[in-house]
């Protein structure tokens, strides 16, 4: 439980580094902070959190509120994650509890709270695999449950999210399809699609999250053996 990776996200910064202090404390030995909330998605994007302490006004540097931005990030990623709060009118706490958090830490914070927060939260949550790869030299992570295809291009391929973010990574198809075989289906020479983002399919194309895409001949027979038992509305 130690080892997991947990992102505070705060504007004041005295109250961020005293709530990692006290995480620390406790033995949890990766903590990062995020002041607002473009500094949270770029965080996002290098690393796999698994929870996050959400502080729910993120201040006058931060285009959204820290629900707002929960609701963003659980579109793309896979987390547990508090609220972290000093007080809340009736109607933000009814928008908070919209989003079923496991719990709140208030503020000004008593540290065995914290602890009993954080470790059921932790225990609450249920790892997906991720994919790591640079991109533009910074590490990135993508959840494989996000991932609706994959596109051959010369020696890369652009692996395309649910959100239409498309990723250039150096490796191959074939490459990819080992590390991760039960998840994709190889219908064409250049496609790799996630079997979860099948809609329908006739003898030539397949409709994956709304794109219709070749199916090429030579692969025909092992998607039907593939998809074998598997209904589409």
Do not use: W
């Not at 502080?55 to 929960?70: A, K, M, P, T």
């Amino acid at each position: 439980m130690k080892n997991k990776k947990i992102l505070i996200v705060e504007d004041e910064q005295i109250i961020a580094e005293n709530l990692r202090m006290i995480l620390m404390e406790y033995g949890y030995n990766f903590v990062d902070i995020a002041m607002d909330d473009v500094e949270a998605q770029d965080l996002f994007a290098k690393t796999c959190y698994q929870l996050v302490l959400m502080d729910i006004n993120l201040g006058c540097h931060s285009s959204i509120d820290g629900i707002d931005l929960i609701k963003l990030l659980s579109q793309e990623y896979n987390f547990s994650y508090l609220y972290i709060t000093a007080n809340a009118d009736k109607e933000t706490l009814k928008k908070a509890k919209s989003t079923n958090p496991i719990g709140y830490v208030v503020k000004p914070f008593i540290h065995t709270s914290i602890y009993a927060n954080v470790e059921i939260a932790l225990n609450s949550f249920k790892e997906e695999a991720c994919f790591t790869f640079s991109n533009k030299g910074m590490h990135q992570q993508i959840l494989l449950s996000k991932i609706t295809c994959i596109k051959a291009d010369g020696s890369y391929i652009k692996i395309h999210s649910l959100l239409d973010d498309c990723y250039l990574v150096r490796k191959t198809l074939t490459q990819f399809k080992e590390l991760y075989n039960n998840e994709f289906i190889r219908i064409h020479k250049s496609l790799l699609i996630n079997i979860s983002y099948i809609e329908s399919y006739n003898s030539k194309t397949v409709n994956v999250n709304g794109e219709r895409l070749p199916l090429g001949r030579a692969y025909k027979s092992s998607f039907l053996e593939e998809i074998k038992g598997l209904s589409f509305l």
